[in-house]
């Protein structure tokens, strides 16, 4: 900026020429600062400030859980940024004033869309009223944050509202991390996918190549050998190969439902231990995460998932066909070798929580087959590669936010009919998990919380039909071939999550700079 203005003597060009991309509120008081600067430093009037920056900002959000959409106290913030605050409190009497002229007399509404109401400053109603852009990062988010989360805002400015996909870069999650892989492709099909992730789509036809099959399996084996090496020299773990690997890896948060996965895995535990004629494709279960230090809740489910590992361990049997790991200080280095090495990704989302993940996309990359919620880009993941390719299940989230409007849902009557599920429940307080008592856990899910539904995120209603698709899964894993076109589909579709996509379309759509010349 100094730079600049040596230069320049129209600082309000600068300012137009730049873009503030913010990701969720937690950077937003931005918006403020740069008031402050146009107003105190700049000298700018106030009408041209405003202007200079709802241009220059823009806002993305990733996530409509509340840790993103901040409130901060209004108390706090006039005390620790007094000038800040003033500012706040000018933007929030136009804001106030514009929004009158369209809902007038509605005040409740108003409160609700405000910037400062009922003693706190609503960050994410910041970052929509004094940006230029908004976008959700799957195009469900971006529907959501339009029919829900900022619903009135959307009625006073649909041009603001968009929705990018988010992507990954292929570079590390699949070339870096999975060599054995990217020489295969480019074997195949060439070196043009790098620059163009899009040709991945190339090597679809081959799933139906045996030859091409045997190798990509081969690959998938090399991977999984990997990985048993590493957990065998950090956590003394030893794994079997040839059992499908299963992971779930992202942080450890109730609405991704690791609980659905751990109750599930104690029924199969269950009707193992209680029918010797029952078999199943043996698997290794993983769970990758890491909890909040203050989330009390889901450091129970951790207690859950390493209790219910040393239950499977313990009995001779069980142990044929499951195993539970819990990967310790789980991290990118742990998942750049996990995630070539998984069989099926675990996307266990309660649909319309789940703004769109990323994870997905690198399991996907990498050749696993997904089961999942129909939340996030997991919509656009089945949309390429149909819904033969990947494993949908549970309620979508039209149905979920209709059921948190109503207030009607119990569980109960699903715990009261379904003997398997009521059994592990159970378990989860009469001292089956090596005397461990989860009365917290269990409570949640049948009781629930003050101000909360019980089963809050929907893992009892959506456990049936997760159970069914995993029923499919055992069948589908038994038929190699099967498994491997799927797997290899996936790899072949997953071009379109590439970050260079993504970037392009923040450019196209709110940056509009000039594409650099790769010649130079």
């Known amino acids: 900026i100094e730079k600049y203005k040596k230069k320049h003597s129209d600082i309000r060009k600068f300012y137009e020429k730049a873009t503030f991309q913010m990701n969720d509120t ?47 106290p209004e108390a706090m913030v006039r005390q620790q940024l007094p000038r800040i605050y003033m500012i706040l409190e000018e933007m929030n009497r136009r804001l106030c004033d514009k929004l009158w002229n369209i809902f007038p007399g509605q005040w409740e509404r108003i409160g609700q869309m405000a910037i400062i109401a009922y003693g706190q400053v609503h960050m994410a109603n910041l970052c929509v009223a004094m940006t230029h852009s908004t976008n959700g990062v799957s195009q469900l988010h971006g529907d959501i944050l339009k029919e829900d989360t900022f619903h009135d805002y959307n009625l ?9 996909t988010n992507g990954i870069t292929h570079r590390r999650w699949l070339m870096s991390c999975n060599p054995e892989l990217t020489d295969l492709i480019c074997e195949t099909i060439g070196t043009d996918w790098i620059r163009n992730p899009d040709l991945l789509s190339e090597l679809r036809p081959y799933a139906d190549d045996a030859a091409f ?47 659905l996965n751990a109750l599930h895995i104690l029924v199969l535990y269950n009707r193992i231990v209680a029918d010797p004629n029952f078999t199943m494709q043996p698997r290794v279960f993983f769970f990758g995460a890491k909890a909040s230090p203050g989330y009390y809740r889901a450091k129970q489910i951790i207690r859950f998932i390493i209790a219910l590992s040393k239950l499977i361990d313990s009995n001779p049997r069980a142990r044929e066909f499951l195993k539970v790991v819990f990967v310790e200080n789980y991290d990118v280095s742990s998942a750049e070798v996990l995630i070539p090495a998984t069989d ?39 949309e390429r590669v149909g819904l033969d390719n990947i494993y949908i299940f549970g309620m979508r989230s039209d149905t979920v936010r209709d059921m948190y409007r109503e207030h009607t849902y119990s569980p109960m ?29 269990y409570h949640s899910l049948l009781m629930g919380d003050p101000g909360h539904l019980p089963d809050n995120y929907f893992v009892i209603k959506d456990f049936g039909s997760y159970s069914m698709a995993q029923r499919r899964v055992n069948a589908d894993y038994a038929d190699k071939d099967k498994w491997l076109r799927m797997a290899i589909v996936n790899t072949a579709m997953a071009g379109f999550f590439s970050s260079d996509r993504t970037i392009r379309e923040y450019n196209d759509m709110i940056w509009h700079l000039a594409p650099l010349n790769h010649n130079k």
């Not at 048993?228 to 948060?253: C, I, W, Y």
């Not at 696993?368 to 993941?381: L, Q, R, S, Y």
């Open 26 to 72: 937690h950077p937003t008081v931005a918006v403020a600062e740069l008031m402050r600067i146009l107003l105190d430093e700049e000298k700018l009037e106030w009408e041209e400030a405003w202007e200079v920056t709802t241009k220059t900002c823009a806002y993305t959000n990733h996530t409509i859980m509340a840790e993103a959409l901040e409130k901060w």
């Open 156 to 164: 006073v400015m649909p041009e603001k509202f968009s929705a990018i």
């Open 213 to 259: 099959r045997e190798k990509f399996a081969q690959v998938k084996h090399h991977n999984k050998e990997r990985l048993a090496k590493m957990l065998l020299d950090r956590q003394g773990v030893v794994l079997d190969p040839s059992f499908m690997f299963d992971t779930q890896a992202k942080r450890l948060h109730e609405y991704k439902r690791q609980m």
């Open 344 to 382: 099926l990704s675990e996307q266990l989302s309660t649909a319309s929580k789940e703004a769109s993940g990323t994870g997905n996309m690198k399991f996907m990359i990498n050749g696993a087959v997904t089961i999942g919620t129909m939340d996030g880009a997991n919509v656009e993941m089945s």
């Open 413 to 441: 009557g699903i715990f009261e009919s379904n003997g398997e599920l009521r059994k592990a429940l159970t378990q989860l307080i009469d001292g089956t998990m090596n005397g461990l008592i989860l009365q917290d856990l």
